[in-house]
């Protein structure tokens, strides 16, 4: 019995001095594949791309101008842009002085400085108030023979510049939306105004849109033509030759 135990005791352990060398060879190779796999999946692991800070002068320069340089760049240029068609807006010829003649600046409803004009007679009691609405690539200006007749019969004449257009604010020749033009005409500054003259096939679609928002002036009058002397056109005023 002694001697049946005693062989089992040396069956078991010389099968342990047979596997504990494997086992360790097996832990060691495992080690040694998964080291090798964690340092390919560091190799391969996509890096992002660090791009270093510009410095002020790289800011400043026009070869390779940041997101916000642009933009402030560009507001830059436009209201530079603005300031000399708004200076030539004030210095058009009028003409003769026959009239009460002013120019003034409003702000819309978006904040921005619109241009305006108005004649008014010399003497007597008004009779009304036209407003006029200028056609695209227009401004008010040119419009100045033709309100200095209707001051003859002792008609006021008011005229506003579009966004955009003539001495207003805005990126020059370019109206964003008709419901800005609406929205402004509907101001208090015009819209309490007892007639209205709208000319130019804009200007008729900004009157369907006055008549959709219920904005009700006394009188529209859609006209094609006007009895408008041809003038030399401004060419900073005008956004398609200048």
């Known amino acids: 019995m002694a001697s049946t135990s005693a062989e089992i005791e040396q069956l078991t352990s010389g099968a342990s001095n047979r596997i504990i060398p494997i086992l360790k060879t097996l832990r060691k190779c ?3 594949v998964l080291s090798l796999f964690l340092s390919l999946l560091l190799l391969l692991r996509p890096r992002r791309r660090v791009l270093p800070l510009p410095s002020p002068e790289e800011e400043a320069s026009p ?3 940041s997101r916000r340089w642009r933009r402030k760049m560009a507001w830059k240029l436009e209201e530079e842009d603005t300031a000399r068609r708004r200076s030539l807006a004030e210095g ?7 009239s009460r003649w002013s120019s003034f600046l409003f702000y819309g409803r978006r904040g921005n400085a619109l241009f305006s004009r108005s004649w008014l007679p010399l003497s007597g009691e008004l009779r009304g108030i036209f407003i006029i609405i200028h056609g695209l690539n227009e401004h008010s200006g040119r419009y100045s023979q033709f309100a200095k007749q209707l001051n003859a019969s002792n008609f006021g004449v008011y005229a506003m510049d579009w966004i955009g257009h003539g001495g207003s604010d805005g990126l020059h020749g370019y109206v964003p939306s008709l419901d800005y ?15 209205r003259n709208s000319d130019q096939p804009l200007a008729k679609a900004a009157a369907r849109e006055l008549d959709k928002k219920k904005t009700r ?3 529209v009058l859609l006209s094609q033509h006007t009895s408008v002397t041809r003038r030399k056109t401004v060419p900073a005023c005008d956004p398609i030759r200048s």
């Open 92 to 98: 058009v010829e009028i003409g003769e002085i026959d």
């Open 63 to 65: 070869a390779a101008p």
């Open 181 to 195: 033009v609406v929205s402004d005409t509907s101001l208090p500054t015009f819209a309490s105004q007892p007639a």
């Open 30 to 32: 495992f080690i040694f």
């Open 217 to 219: 002036p006394d009188h």
